[in-house]
């Protein structure tokens, strides 16, 4: 199991902009960081998880319809961190952020599931709370 620190979690006004950070450490089953699918999430309350962005070992990313064109997904494979960046963001955005590794293909609960992915290993998340 690989371990995930959030940061970058705040409070911002509606339209504005947020950058999440995610620092990964360890390696599993074979896969560095730069071999790992990653992804985002968010939760808010009473609502299921659902995923926000992820991106593949080639970078290859893929967003839901309510943050496309909102939010991007990157990565720094030297120093093994992951990015999403928020930008208009909407009250409905408020939610704890998680950030998930080892996405793979296959079956799974879809709250831990995006892009064609689900994910294994997850970090405690940050906060993001939009105001109108």
């Known amino acids: 199991q690989v371990q995930l620190v959030e940061s970058g979690g705040g409070s911002v006004q509606a339209g504005g902009s947020l950058r999440l950070s995610c620092k990964i450490a360890g390696s599993t089953d074979g896969l560095t960081y730069s071999t790992m699918r990653m992804g985002w999430f968010r939760q808010a309350p009473g609502k299921e998880r659902e995923g926000v962005a992820r991106?593949?070992?080639?970078?290859?990313?893929a967003f839901p319809d309510s943050v496309k064109g909102r939010f991007t997904i990157s990565r720094d494979n030297a120093k093994n961190t992951l990015y999403l960046q928020m930008n208009s963001l909407k009250p409905e955005d408020t939610a704890m952020y998680y950030c998930?590794?080892?996405?793979?293909?296959?079956?799974?609960?879809?709250?831990?599931?995006?892009?064609?992915?689900?994910?294994?290993?997850w970090g405690q998340g940050t906060q993001v709370t939009v105001s109108s």
């Open positions: 998930a590794a080892i996405g793979v293909t296959g079956n799974s609960d879809p709250k831990y599931c995006t892009g064609g992915y689900c994910f294994r290993d």
């Open positions: 991106i593949d070992e080639i970078g290859a990313t």
